[in-house]
């Protein structure tokens, strides 16, 4: 199989004419020290789209420089200020949401549908944060003894470092800077090298949003690790917050601990997606093929293992393989295109090998299952049912466009299934029976839970996960606690 590949229109070149390529270190656009760029290739053709500042070591030490220096203005600026260039923020990116979905979608590859849906939801952490910037309040009360006044105020964290995954390229961006700003942080970003154009872009919209020269700062990268370690080894940061892998994040947490540095993690996940006997099939259909296709699979948040009653599953994979069959591949800027490219080659060669280990080991193979013909990181959307214990796709973040189906035949064993995993950010479960509903809330160990819901984010929610899925909270309220830290005072009375 193949997919046709229209060339780039003129618009599109046009917009990424206008993307800024630099580093941005103290308010100004700027090459890397070594004068050397990157490549960004458009997953969808393997063609460039971009040429990006390669940034060295002392290029992220003097990103750092800059945001230690803006730290103690940044944090003295009245918070209704802060919220307020967080909101422009937010019109700024509601105005330009199709020029950025457009970017996300020729550098990482979702349809174009999904990257306004990102552009959306992106966007809506600086309304969020920017309302949350005024709200940060603290206690005051007598000490039981009577004796003196217990002063509980929250203070700026300090300078920050975030380093985001390629996956959602303004989501990511956004649900860190937007509560670090709010709190009072001054930030340097590491985006993904796969991907950072998108960061780029926004951080030209925070620029013209009014966001002071040396609060946020940008450096893109081919040596992530050689980058990173020397700031997060300087002890003027406060504070490591990273989206990615767990491998990596485990490696991270191990550099924090040097320096005893505030820490938040959002790691991988492996969703297990439980659908009881008493569901609404026809929902948790719908709900599967989001929770599996959304992002072409690459989500932390994918169900990765459907865990599917004896007696529906059947007819549940029927009907999937039904609706996967008529979905359409191609590149994520044509109409009507649900399945976009893989990020690249080693994502495709993973699918396949994780798909090959589940046949060989007796699942059934009802659609899809192969790499689509170059140009173009593709793979077909799969259905597969009848997993056996012990396959592979069971354990690995699949990360691709292939839904795994497993059997269960009574509740215990549907929790045993669900929680046989180190990892825990999310579970979908479909019951039509309430009592159920809650009683998997309480048994499945996850950070966060759809019910009868394929999914989740939103701005207003603690997104985040337990065991191996990382460390903290993003959105919600919880969010800008990541970002500030508790001071107590005690005043005799
Ligand atoms: P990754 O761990 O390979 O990379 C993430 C980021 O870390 C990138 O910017 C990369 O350049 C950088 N990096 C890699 N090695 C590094 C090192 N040694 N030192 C410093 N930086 C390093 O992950 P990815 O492939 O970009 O993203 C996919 C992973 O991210 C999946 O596991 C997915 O589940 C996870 N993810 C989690 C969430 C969440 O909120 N929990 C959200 C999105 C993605």
Known sequence: MSVAIDTAPTTEQALLERIPTGLYIDGRWQDAEAGRTFAVIDPATGAPIAQVADATPEDGIR?????????AAWAATAPRTRGEILRRAFDLVQERA???AMLITLEMGKPLAEARGEAAYGGEFLRWFGEEAVRISGRFGLNPEGTGHMVVSQRPVGPCFFITPWNFPLAMATRKIAPALAAGCTVVVKPAELTPLTTLLFVSILEEAGVPAGVVNVVTTTRSADVSAPIIADPRLRKLSFTGSTPVGRKLIAQAAEGVLRVSMELGGNAPFVVFDDADLDKAVDGALLAKFRNIGQACTAANRFIVHEDVAEEFAARLADRVRAMRIGRGTDDGVQ?????DDRAVEKAASLVADAVARG????????AV????TFFEPTVLSG???GSEILSEEIFGPVLAIATFTDEDEAVRMANDTEYGLVSYVFTSDLARGHRMIDRIDTGMMGLNTGVVSNAAAPFGGVKQSGVGREGGLEGIHEFLSTKYTLIPA
């Open 363 to 370: 699942a059934t193979l009802h659609v899809g299952g192969a």
């Open 339 to 343: 399945i976009g490219p893989l990020i």
């Open 387 to 389: 997993i056996a214990a």
């Open 63 to 71: 990103a750092l420089d800059a945001a230690v220096a803006a730290q």
């Open 98 to 100: 199709d020029e950025i």
């Open 373 to 376: 013909d170059g140009p173009g």
